[in-house]
C-alpha cells in the first residue's frame, strides 16, 4: 500500500518568513495530492491540492509543487503570519475511484504531521 | 452547498460502556464516508469506510464497528469501550468527482 512521509515534524518561523514542508509518497499510481491544516481543537481542513497532471498550484499565499519522477511534494507559505501555526498534514491517493481493482475508493493516506509555529 | 454533522461533540464514559458515535452529511449524495481516530497530538488513522449503504470496510482490528443504514448516515459504535479508545473521532465524507475529503466537528471522547 501507499506510504507517506513528511518532514519537519516541527517548524518555527518568525513572522513574515517562508515555510516549506515536504512530503514523499510511494505508490506511483497515486495521482492526487491534498494538504489539510489543523488548528489546536479543530477538524483538519482542506487548504489546498494538486493532481498528478499539473506540477504547481498556487492559492494567495500558499503553494504546492509535485515533482512525479521523485515522488514528492511540497506546501510552500509565503510570508508567514501567527494564524498560519497549525498542523498540516500531507496525504496522497490514487484517483479516479471506485477504483477498478476494488481498492483505494478514494482512501488518503496522511503523512505523520508538521507542527508550524510562526512567531510574532 | 455541503454539511457534515456530528455528534455528540465530547464524550466521557466509563470503560466497558458502549458507544455510538454518528455522523450525517447533507447537500450531496451517495458519498464516500469515513471514520478517523486521532490521538492526542497524533496523525489520523483510519478506522473505516464506505462506498455506500451496508457497504462498511475496516482498517485496523479493533473493538469498533461501523454501520451505515442510510445513504448520509455513518455510525461508529462500540460493545465495551477500553482506555485505549480515547481520542478525537473524525467523520469525513469525500465527493466522488473531485477527490477532497473533508472533515466533520468531530468528537472527543474520553474514557476513564
Known amino acids: 500500500g501507499e506510504n507517506v512521509e513528511q518532514h519537519p515534524s516541527t517548524l518555527s518561523v518568525q513572522e513574515g518568513d517562508s515555510a516549506v514542508i515536504k512530503c514523499t509518497y510511494s505508490?506511483?499510481?497515486?495521482?492526487?495530492f491534498p494538504w489539510y491544516k489543523q488548528e489546536l481543537g479543530k477538524r483538519p481542513q482542506l487548504i489546498i491540492d494538486?493532481?498528478?497532471?499539473?506540477g504547481e498550484k498556487k492559492d494567495q499565499r500558499i503553494a504546492v509543487t509535485l515533482n512525479k519522477t521523485a515522488k514528492h511534494f511540497s506546501l510552500h507559505i509565503t510570508e508567514t503570519q501567527p494564524e498560519d501555526s497549525a498542523v498540516y498534514f500531507c496525504a496522497a491517493s490514487n484517483l479516479p475511484y471506485p477504483n477498478a481493482g476494488g481498492t483505494s475508493y478514494g482512501k488518503l493516506t496522511f503523512g505523520q504531521g508538521t507542527i508550524l509555529t510562526v512567531h510574532p | 452547498s455541503q454539511t457534515i454533522h456530528q455528534w455528540p461533540a465530547t464524550l466521557v464514559q466509563p470503560v466497558g460502556s458502549p458507544l455510538s458515535l454518528e455522523c450525517t452529511v447533507e447537500g450531496t449524495s451517495n458519498p464516500n464516508l469515513y471514520w478517523y481516530r486521532q490521538a492526542a497530538g497524533r496523525g489520523l488513522q483510519l478506522l473505516f469506510y464506505?462506498?455506500?449503504?451496508?457497504?462498511i470496510s475496516s482498517e485496523v482490528p479493533q473493538n469498533l464497528s461501523a454501520s451505515r443504514p442510510q445513504d448520509r448516515q455513518f455510525i461508529l459504535s462500540s460493545k465495551k469501550l477500553l482506555l485505549s479508545d480515547s481520542g478525537f473521532y473524525l467523520c469525513a465524507w469525500s465527493d466522488t468527482r473531485n477527490g477532497g475529503q473533508y472533515f466533520g466537528p468531530g468528537t472527543r471522547l474520553t474514557v476513564l
Open positions: 464506505s462506498v455506500g449503504i451496508g457497504q
Open positions: 505508490d506511483s499510481a497515486s495521482n492526487y
Open positions: 494538486i493532481r498528478s497532471n499539473v
